[in-house]
């Protein structure tokens, strides 16, 4: 039940969106640095499995993109989401859907974890992309990068994906992490072997 990540942005300097872990979304009114105080908390474990990775605000839409992390192999820890939450009335996130998941009979018959990990969380700078708020890019782990249209927050739908073959000498894919550029070139990480990744997205 400890803090994992924290998110503090321009367009909210006052808040902190905060995951923490097992005890899910945080959001922090931090206006008074000596006086932090909790504005909400949504917590779905249970009687899903925790492990709040990160919570990204998309100010624009007044809405929340929330990853858990897979930390088990094989699916163990399974479902590892993305959730999606109404963030109008600050103080009381509602969930209004989860991003769909790569094909489960595939990827838990692979190697290394499967489920979410992180999103591009919109860093602020010139050489970060501000993106279009109704796309989401999403790392998930032996099941690649995927870049998924949020539109209708009710029924998300995955747009692309890019799954690489397994790094020679590697177990699994270790799909961690991905950067934005100002130009929509994504920079996606592998955490056990494979490096780095350099895309274009057509949609």
């Known amino acids: 039940h400890s803090l994992h990540n ?3 942005y321009p367009d ?3 808040r902190a969106y905060c995951a923490w872990k097992d005890s899910g ?3 922090l009114d931090i206006s008074d640095k000596s006086n932090i105080s909790m504005l909400a908390n949504v917590n779905y474990a249970p009687p899903f499995p925790g492990f709040t990775h990160t919570v990204l605000p998309l100010f624009e839409r007044e809405m929340l993109v929330v990853t858990q992390e897979a930390v088990q192999q094989g699916g163990e820890d399974y479902p ?6 109404d963030n109008r009335v600050e103080t009381n996130p509602i969930i209004t859907s989860t991003l769909p998941m790569a094909d489960t009979e595939d990827f838990f018959n692979r190697p290394g974890r499967y489920g ?3 999103v591009y969380e919109n860093q602020p700078g010139e050489t970060s992309m501000r993106i279009d708020e109704d796309l ?3 790392t998930f782990f032996n099941a ?3 870049v998924f249209n949020t539109k ?3 029924q998300p739908e995955e747009v692309a994906y890019f799954v690489p073959e397994i790094p020679e000498g590697a177990d699994a894919n270790g799909i961690n992490d991905i950067h934005v550029d100002e130009n929509g070139i994504m920079y996606v990480v592998d955490r056990i072997k494979g490096g780095m990744y350099i895309l274009e997205l057509h949609i």
């Open 6 to 8: 924290a998110n503090v």
């Open 12 to 14: 909210r300097p006052d």
């Open 25 to 27: 979304v945080v959001t």
């Open 80 to 85: 590892k989401l993305v959730w999606l939450m």
């Open 116 to 118: 979410a990990h992180n």
């Open 136 to 138: 989401v890019f999403g």
């Open 144 to 146: 690649g990068i995927r």
């Open 152 to 154: 209708n927050a009710f």
